[in-house]
């Protein structure tokens, strides 16, 4: 339940951030990795839409954190705080790269079960 939660918000994310007219893009990508001598499974989330400034790539998971207009951008302030909420529930880790109006990567690092 929990990772569905974690899907939904990233694509409602990227879906709300689009840029105006651009038709919305959003690829997942998974793949296997070794970070810090542990076995990963990396998750990707990209997406076309206005794009984050890099200097906010890590107050974005702070709760209550707005970076645009609440006139433009609904919503609670709380999906991305929820997000890394459940992947650090999970062991894991999650980051965010862009750039203003290139669009966003989320990058989620889940460590393999090995039982």
Not at 18 to 29: D, F, L, Q, T
Request: proline share 3%; aromatic share 10%; with cysteine.
């Amino acid at each position: 339940m929990l990772i569905h939660q974690l899907f939904y918000n990233l694509i409602l994310n990227s879906l709300k951030f689009a840029k105006a007219g651009v038709p919305s893009r959003i690829s997942i990508s998974a793949s296997a990795i070794v970070y810090k001598d542990i076995d990963y499974m990396q998750l990707r989330v990209a997406d076309n839409g206005i794009g984050i400034k890099p200097e906010y790539t890590d107050s974005i998971f702070t709760s209550f954190t707005r970076l645009n207009s609440a006139d433009l951008y609904e919503g609670s302030d709380l999906g991305l705080a929820l997000c890394k909420k459940i992947v650090e529930r999970h062991n894991g880790e999650i980051t965010a790269k862009g750039e203003l109006g290139e669009g966003a990567v989320f990058t989620i690092l889940f460590p393999y079960n090995k039982s």
